[in-house]
């Protein structure tokens, strides 16, 4: 199994970025897919998350501006965000899970957002 983020990068504030984690090893569409997101000194917390039903939820603070998506024919799930703000500033890792030990993590992508 392997989760490989790609799609990060700086922006400046107001400007959008999409995410992509691209799996393997297993199918996106059976698993609850999340999006974490972690700055120094800080706790990984939830972003996003997609249910093997496509029912999707969101943080308050990120509502309304990113959409969690997936390409079932790409096994892949994206994090579109848009109007990014300094807050936004973080590791962003995506995450698969069905149960406690089969959970995984991908290696995380670096997003800062700065003028």
């Known amino acids: 199994v392997q989760l490989v983020e790609s799609g990060g990068g700086t922006v400046q504030p107001g400007g959008s970025l999409r995410l992509s984690c691209a799996a393997s090893?297993?199918?996106?569409?059976?698993?609850?897919m999340r999006w974490f997101r972690q700055t120094p000194g800080k706790e990984r917390e939830w972003v996003a998350q997609?249910?093997?039903?496509?029912?999707?939820f969101y943080r308050t603070s990120v509502q309304d501006r990113f959409t969690i998506s997936r390409d079932n024919a790409k096994n892949t799930v994206y994090l579109q965000m848009n109007s990014l703000n300094p807050d936004d500033t973080g590791v962003y890792f995506c995450?698969?899970?069905?149960?406690?030990?089969?959970?995984?993590w991908g290696q995380g992508t670096q997003v800062t957002v700065s003028s």
């Open positions: 997609i249910l093997a039903t496509g029912s999707t």
């Open positions: 090893g297993f199918t996106v569409n059976t698993y609850l």
């Open positions: 995450n698969a899970r069905r149960s406690s030990s089969d959970d995984y």
